[in-house]
């Protein structure tokens, strides 16, 4: 099936919440990273400027920037009032409040928008379909990141997991997959399965880390 924009829900997070969730040290930020379902997230662009290596793969990057831009003002009401009804599930200590909230997230995706086509031309945002093959050597990354994508939509299937994340592992020596509960934050029965899955192969770590917006998803895996 074609994957259609009007499918996302474009809502990118900051570097300073990308470093918090997959816990990224100084000699981390070092490695050469790849960032897997980043869509308008501005990771990208401020690790860029910081002079760090981060190319992000999503199949969003094959519209143009208008057209994402577009996307990103229709939902942004939507996602707003969805947030509004939905407080008591989260926890504002770091941000504060909705409008908090909001300016943030408008403003990382502001950043990504600004960024899109030099970094497209700089290859730094490749338009690639998880899980599909990635045109690319086995270990050309250090570390694969994936934040609010893999393990949270759970009717993406376990099958589509294990291939997802099999392609990430052979283009990366280690992933990072925040969080690791589902679209309310629950446990999940893929979250386990997909465990036992690479613990055979892989070894597998699961990480408590200093971020937790939605209550309850404040922990990592780690795949290498
Ligand atoms: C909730 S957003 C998260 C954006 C960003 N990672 C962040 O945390 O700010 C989920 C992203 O996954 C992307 N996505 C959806 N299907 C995908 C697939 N099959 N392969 C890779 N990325 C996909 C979407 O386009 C969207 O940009």
Redesign the pocket.
Known sequence: MA?RLDN??????NID??QKMFMLSDSDMKKRIA???????S?NYQATKQGFSVTS????YQFTKEQIAERIKKTRVVVMEQMKLNMENYVWTDIKNLDELENRRMS?MKMFLDDFEQGKAEKRYIY????SKINLPDNSFDIGL????LL??TS?GYD?HIR?ISEMLRVCRQIRIFPIVDLDAEKTELTENVISYFNKKYSVKIVDTSYEFQKGENKMLIIE
Do not use: N, Q
Not at 8 to 13: C, K, S
Not at 57 to 60: A, E, G, L, N
Not at 146 to 149: A, D, E, K, L, V
């Open positions: 994957f996302v829900v474009p809502w990118g997070r919440e990308y960032g897997f379902g980043d869509g308008p997230a990771f793969f999503d199949p969003i990382a690639h379909e998880l899980p994936s934040s609010h994508f949270m939509y993406l589509f997802s």
